[in-house]
């Protein structure tokens, strides 16, 4: 199965369990506090309500949310964690995706990304490229949870 099947078939899966229609929507994105973003924009394409009990690293009801994010070239999303699970793939550009011990992770155009819950998880998505990254992300995240959570760099993150 290709990645990009498996991204689908995921999507679907989290929102059709849930019994509720695709909504689309759009909203504003947040600015990391405690290492700004910059060049980053996004768009939510598809929401959906998650009865409590169907995943079990969600207490509580979640919500199903896909979004398309772009990173401009230079761009970067700020240190971050998130309260909930996420199902990306890369639909363009290529992404430099360091976790807590700052050794890059590079994914390029079609490889999926999955990042765990937790501030243990905390990480920085780059655009090192002179082409836009665009992610197509599902975030699978308790109710009223924020999309991401601000976390200050880590003492192994050089100055940049």
Request: proline share 10%; glycine share 12%.
């Amino acid at each position: 199965m290709t990645p990009v099947r498996f991204f689908r078939q995921l999507t679907r899966l989290a929102i059709v369990s849930t019994g509720c229609a695709l909504v689309a929507v759009a909203l504003p994105t947040g600015t990391a506090g405690a290492t700004p973003s910059s060049g980053i924009s996004a768009v939510n394409l598809a929401q959906a309500d998650i009865p409590a009990g169907l995943l079990p690293f969600i207490t509580g009801p979640g919500q199903a949310t896909v979004r398309e994010i772009t990173i401009a070239p230079g761009g970067t999303t700020g240190w971050h964690f998130h309260d909930g699970r996420l199902v990306g793939i890369v639909k363009q550009g290529t992404l430099t995706h360091p976790g807590a011990d700052c050794k890059p992770v590079i994914y390029r155009q079609g490889q999926l990304i999955v990042e765990p819950e937790g501030e243990k998880n905390t990480h920085v998505g780059r655009n090192l490229t002179k082409t836009p990254v665009i992610l197509d992300v599902l975030y699978l995240l308790p109710k009223g949870k924020p999309f991401f959570e601000d976390a200050p760099a880590p003492a192994c993150d050089a100055p940049r």
